[in-house]
C-alpha cells in the first residue's frame, strides 16, 4: 500500500508505482548487493587519498 497522502494528490502514481513495487524493489536489492563502496563518499575518499 502506499503512502495515503500519494494516493489521495496523485492517484495515478500511486497506482503505477504499486504495480511496479516488485520490479523497483528487485532492482534496489540487486544493486545493494553489488555495490562495493558508497558511491556518495567515493569522491571524498579519492580527494583524500590525493593529499
Same mark, same amino acid.
Given at each position: 500500500?502506499? &503512502?495515503?497522502? /500519494? ?8 497506482? /503505477? ?8 524493489? *528487485?532492482?534496489? &536489492?540487486? /544493486? ?11 569522491? /571524498?575518499?579519492?580527494?583524500? *587519498?590525493?593529499?
Amino acid at each position: 500500500m502506499m &503512502s495515503p497522502h /500519494l494516493e489521495v494528490g496523485f492517484p495515478e502514481v500511486a497506482k /503505477l508505482l504499486e504495480d511496479a513495487k516488485t520490479n523497483l524493489f *528487485a532492482v534496489s &536489492s540487486f /544493486l545493494m548487493a553489488h555495490w562495493t563502496k558508497d558511491p556518495v563518499g567515493e569522491p /571524498l575518499e579519492r580527494a583524500n *587519498a590525493e593529499i
